[in-house]
């Protein structure tokens, strides 16, 4: 199949969030826990779509508005919290999750998993932890160059890079893409919404929308500004080949 012309699971776009000023995310059970699946007892639905969350550590964030809003747009919530230990071994924890949903029959294109903040690096460890090129990866915000000094990895997967234009701590997601001819599709996107770095400690549309958009395998859609097109790598080399359009 062409990756490039896959459609979006019309379980997942129906419920997509809309951009309009008029939009109001469904939270009226933020105050108990989210949905959240055992991925070794999963009984996948056909048009089900399961996302690792992999939250940030800043008191700021609002975890439990987020955890609901994803569940809200259509994703079944697997949230996976640091537990004190080392970055890779978070990854390979992550990892392990991955695999235990493709094993009990869920299809790698209907897993993501998404880092935000201080779990931007963990997911893209993650990603060069599971090796497949079919799983999506969301890296909201913080992508940290240096992680590549630190560690040796190559990432893999269809990978989503977002942050605001306005967080100067945030950098350019492609570094830590370079050289991987394991990620299938990817995308390094900025918006302008004048959050900065808060962006992501809400469930707000400027990130959901183009996150379950890429995540259902469609067009990027951001207010007036309307991507339809990500970078390959070209076949037999690391390098990358951007499609028409960029």
């Given at each position: 199949?062409?990756?490039?012309?896959r459609?979006?699971?019309?379980?997942?776009?129906?419920r997509a969030?809309?951009?309009?000023?008029s939009?109001?995310?469904?939270?009226?059970?933020?105050?108990t826990?989210?949905?959240?699946?055992?991925?070794?007892?999963?009984?996948?639905?056909s048009?089900?779509?399961?996302?690792?969350?992999?939250?940030?550590?800043?008191?700021?964030?609002?975890?439990?508005?987020?955890?609901?809003?994803?569940?809200?747009?259509?994703?079944?919530?697997?949230?996976?919290?640091?537990?004190?230990?080392?970055k890779a071994?978070y990854?390979w924890?992550?990892?392990g999750?991955?695999?235990?949903?493709?094993?009990?029959?869920?299809?790698?294109?209907?897993?993501?998993?998404l880092?935000?903040?201080?779990?931007?690096?963990?997911?893209?460890l993650?990603?060069?932890a599971?090796?497949n090129?079919?799983v999506n990866?969301?890296?909201?915000g913080?992508?940290?160059?240096?992680?590549?000094?630190s560690h040796?990895?190559?990432m893999?997967g269809r990978?989503l890079?977002?942050?605001?234009s306005?967080?100067?701590g945030?950098?350019s997601?492609?570094p830590?893409?370079?050289?991987?001819?394991?990620?299938?599709?990817?995308?390094?996107?900025?918006v302008?919404?004048?959050?900065?770095?808060?962006?992501?400690?809400?469930p707000?549309?400027?990130?959901m929308?183009?996150?379950?958009?890429?995540?259902?395998?469609?067009?990027?859609?951001v207010?007036?500004?309307?991507?339809?097109?990500?970078?390959?790598?070209?076949?037999?080399?690391?390098?990358?080949?951007?499609g028409?359009?960029?």
């Amino acid at each position: 199949m062409n990756r490039n012309s896959r459609t979006a699971s019309p379980h997942l776009l129906r419920r997509a969030l809309p951009l309009s000023g008029s939009l109001v995310l469904a939270l009226a059970f933020a105050s108990t826990a989210a949905a959240q699946a055992d991925p070794a007892a999963v009984s996948p639905a056909s048009d089900a779509q399961y996302l690792i969350y992999l939250p940030s550590r800043a008191a700021n964030v609002d975890q439990d508005a987020i955890f609901h809003a994803l569940d809200e747009v259509g994703f079944t919530v697997i949230p996976l919290a640091y537990a004190g230990e080392t970055k890779a071994e978070y990854a390979w924890r992550a990892a392990g999750e991955v695999r235990a949903l493709i094993a009990n029959g869920v299809a790698p294109e209907a897993i993501t998993v998404l880092g935000a903040g201080s779990g931007t690096s963990i997911a893209a460890l993650t990603s060069a932890a599971t090796g497949n090129r079919h799983v999506n990866f969301v890296l909201l915000g913080r992508c940290d160059p240096l992680l590549k000094t630190s560690h040796t990895f190559r990432m893999s997967g269809r990978v989503l890079g977002l942050r605001d234009s306005a967080d100067a701590g945030s950098g350019s997601c492609r570094p830590l893409w370079s050289d991987s001819p394991k990620v299938s599709e990817r995308r390094d996107m900025v918006v302008s919404t004048g959050f900065g770095a808060t962006l992501f400690d809400q469930p707000r549309p400027e990130w959901m929308q183009p996150v379950a958009e890429w995540i259902g395998g469609g067009r990027v859609d951001v207010g007036k500004m309307r991507i339809g097109s990500v970078e390959r790598p070209a076949s037999g080399h690391g390098k990358a080949v951007t499609g028409a359009g960029d």
